[in-house]
């Protein structure tokens, strides 16, 4: 590949955009909708708070040899470069299109439930869903088109006013005593088939909602100082999502039973029903909107900078490397964008989602196996951050992967069966890109 300016990325983000594009690229409306369906498989108030609080030492375990990894090799598209070093290009090529697959779908997504809830604020704008989801997404491709500064100073806003929002929706909760909690119920047949088969499912949700979490390591390369910034913005960020996390349901569930919250599809409207009154439901539909434009904004940044790297590499078109004076991965970003226009066009995206927690365990697994190779066989490669109590955390980190991914397939062998047939037609693909690439 030519290393020529029009194909490096711009060194023109810190901390604070580290942190924004954590936040938020992992809290969306999950947080918002999940308590109500965890509450219904779990029924019991201690276990449901204990599986957000393992989701979340998970995730802080992760983020301890995500650390080492992304200030080691500080490259665009992130994970996919630790595996492809460690393991060679095959599993780099097969980890870094499930990453992007993972990535990509969520724009088209969040585009279409903006325009449904915009619809709830504005009733008169019934028919336009599609056109309105359209133009968002028109709005944010020539936002990005304009410069990485641009959508690092949106992403401040928008993820500061989410935490402002979230915040303020658990003090409410706090501030209420017009209920009378229930008792809370035990169940004591934890081992119980139907209790476990209905952890592993809550885990799956759970990791779905905390996905977005090693956001900053896809823009590694672009940022000022990676040796400082990436370790502090990966332990601040989790460590303020999973606080965020475990508040809401402490404080949903403040309001209102467990019992009662299993019955309810969308949680916090619910909740705010009850704090707000008839107002709830739009006061929720407020912070819903602000949360999903910072995600949306996010995940328009993430899906570019892996087809970014993956084309360098030779697993994608050359053009795919070409970076405007703006310094946005400006081919890499249309492509990507394209893909959200036509999912938003036929609608047809959500079932995809069902895997999307099988991936991003599968590359993480494979990132966290990565630090105990490149340790072994690239002992003298610079590392400005190592990681904390290696091996043991990065070996628990392995080991706890193993466990969910277990799990995930005894709760949902559709999404694995999948899973199996991308992975048995990459092969092939694989070898068909590296004969043009040479």
């Known amino acids: 590949m030519s290393d020529t300016k029009r194909n490096q990325l711009k060194k023109s983000l810190g901390l604070s955009f580290n942190i924004a594009v954590l936040i938020g690229g992992t809290i969306g409306v999950g947080i918002l909708r999940t308590p109500g369906t965890i509450a219904s498989m779990l029924d019991n108030y201690w276990l449901i708070i204990a599986s957000w609080i393992i989701g979340g030492l998970y995730v802080l375990i992760g983020a301890n040899s995500y650390a080492e990894l992304a200030t080691m090799l500080p490259k665009a598209g992130g994970s996919y470069n630790y595996i492809k070093r460690a393991f060679g290009d095959y599993a780099g090529f097969l980890s870094g299109w499930f990453d992007y697959i993972t990535n990509v779908i969520p724009p088209a997504f969040y585009c279409i439930v903006i325009s449904e809830y915009t619809i709830i604020l504005f009733p008169g704008l019934a028919n336009y869903a599609t056109p309105i989801a359209i133009g968002l997404l028109v ?56 209790l476990l088969f209905g952890f592993f499912k809550t885990l799956q949700l759970i990791i779905g909602t905390y996905n977005g979490w090693n956001s900053v390591c896809f823009f590694a390369e672009e940022n000022e100082n990676p040796n400082k910034n990436i370790p502090r913005s990966l332990y601040s960020g989790v460590l303020l999502v999973v606080a965020i996390y475990v508040l809401v349901n402490v404080a949903f569930f403040h309001v209102l039973s467990v019992e009662t919250l299993s019955k309810s599809s969308l949680a916090a409207a619910d909740v705010a029903k009850i704090i707000f009154g008839k107002n709830g439901a739009m006061i929720v539909t407020v912070i819903s909107i602000f949360s999903l434009i910072s995600i949306l904004n996010a995940f328009m940044m993430i899906p570019p900078r892996i087809l970014f790297g993956l ?33 938003i066009c036929i609608g047809s995206f959500e079932a995809l989602f069902s895997f999307a927690a099988f991936t991003s365990i599968i590359v993480w697994g494979l990132s966290y196996c990565s630090l105990l190779k490149l340790r072994s066989s690239e002992p003298d490669l ?22 969910l991914l277990g799990g995930f397939i005894y709760s949902d062998p559709k999404s694995f069966i999948i899973i199996v047939g991308i992975t048995l037609i990459s092969y092939p693909l694989f070898l068909f890109l590296k004969r043009f690439s040479i």
Not at 148 to 155: A, C, D, E, P
Not at 316 to 339: Q, Y
Not at 383 to 396: C, E, Q
């Open 139 to 194: 709005a944010f491709v020539l936002l990005h088109l304009s410069g990485v500064k641009n959508g690092s100073v949106i992403q401040q806003i928008t993820s500061l006013l989410k935490v402002v929002c979230f915040v303020a929706l658990v003090v409410a909760c706090f501030m209420y005593t017009g209920v009378t909690l229930a008792p809370v119920p035990k169940d004591n047949s934890f081992f119980h088939i139907g």
């Open 311 to 343: 084309s360098r590499d030779g697993f994608f078109i050359e053009k795919g490397t070409s970076v405007n004076k703006g310094g946005t991965p400006i081919v890499a970003l249309l492509v990507s964008s394209l893909f959200s226009l036509f999912l």
């Open 382 to 403: 610079p590392r400005p951050y190592k990681s904390l109590w290696y091996p043991w955390t990065t070996i628990i980190a392995i080991v706890s992967s193993l466990i």
